[in-house]
């Protein structure tokens, strides 16, 4: 369908815990891409773990787990299909060619010039060293970085007994993995890894960083000059073609007081999508913070509200 019949409504709990209740509004998207992801089957092939698996897809390991009726610390068994929901509520329009990171969400958003949005499982700052939220710019761009490793990095590692060398030359060694794109925002870039394991984790020092495969994609898509944003907005709503889908994250970073139900509700009322809910279900989302996209609207699939 054209976009025209894919209106989009998407409410943070952020921006209404911000700004009240009754500020919320119902912005419309102007571009037709709303969730990210599907729903997929996948094989499990050796040396697969769910860990792994939702690091590669950008799903929390508990996702799959319940998913797939499976506990935390299930052993895969080789060539069982598992089924893996990686969708995802894409939180506030993205210009053509700009990047969006949504913190809680780990997931970095680019939307090329031809309109299509690609979703990229990251890991963020921890924390206990957060990523900063705001508006950037790509300043810099590098295959084969050095690392020159910041004096508190540096002071971290020596007390933990890793200490590290001022200089990380490029090589498999080196954090940065074979790219680096740096931002506006001092100290913070988005880069590659030496060690695919630990991505779509709360793990870094404030950078984003991104599958080996991630990065050696978006590299050539992105400039200098290319503009971005990080936000923090750990529960989204959206309705696209029928449907509502609920989006919950942990609040990693303690920022977001309250109840999330009492949230969730108001939002839903500033958005006049209250009476189309499921509210056992939407509490059930909001209670499990599986971080995806789960549809939440009252009636069978496909009923017209």
């Not at 419309?28 to 698996?53: E, I, K």
């Not at 913190?103 to 206990?128: C, E, K, M, N, W």
């Not at 790509?138 to 508190?152: D, F, G, L, Q, Y």
Request: positive net charge; contains cysteine.
């Amino acid at each position: 369908m054209g976009w025209l019949l894919r209106t989009f409504i998407v409410a943070s709990l952020a921006a209404l815990v911000a700004h009240g209740t009754g500020a919320a509004r119902e912005p419309v998207r102007d571009d037709a891409t709303v969730l990210t992801g599907s729903v997929r089957s996948h094989a499990v092939q050796p040396g697969d773990t769910l860990r792994s698996l939702g690091a590669r897809s950008g799903v929390d390991a508990a996702a799959i787990a319940a998913d797939n009726g499976l506990p935390m610390d299930a052993r895969l068994v080789v060539g069982r299909w598992l089924a893996v929901d990686s969708r995802h509520v894409v939180p506030e329009p993205i210009d053509a060619g700009a990047l969006l990171v949504n913190i809680p969400q780990r997931i970095l958003f680019h939307r090329d010039d031809d309109g299509v949005t690609a979703a990229y499982p990251a890991t963020v700052g921890r924390p206990s060293w957060p990523t900063p939220t705001g508006a950037f710019t790509i300043t810099v761009k590098r295959e084969r970085p050095t690392w020159h490793v910041p004096p508190a990095i540096r002071e971290e590692s020596r007390t933990r007994g890793r200490p590290l060398p001022a200089v990380v030359a490029p090589g498999p060694d080196n954090p940065l993995g074979a790219f680096w794109i740096g931002t506006s925002l001092s100290g913070i870039g988005i880069h590659g890894t030496n060690e695919p394991s630990s991505i779509f984790r709360l793990a870094s020092h404030g950078c984003i960083r991104l599958h080996p495969d991630s990065i050696a994609t978006l590299f050539p898509r992105v400039h200098v000059g290319t503009a971005g944003r990080f936000i923090y907005q750990p529960i989204m709503l959206a309705a696209d073609e029928g449907e509502v889908y609920l989006e919950a994250h942990r609040d990693a970073y303690g920022r977001v007081a309250g109840d999330p139900r009492v949230a969730a509700r108001a939002l839903a009322a500033a958005a006049g999508l209250a009476a189309r809910i499921d509210w056992r279900a939407a509490d059930a989302v909001l209670a499990a913070r599986h971080g995806v996209a789960r549809r939440v609207t009252a009636g069978p699939p496909g009923a017209q509200p």
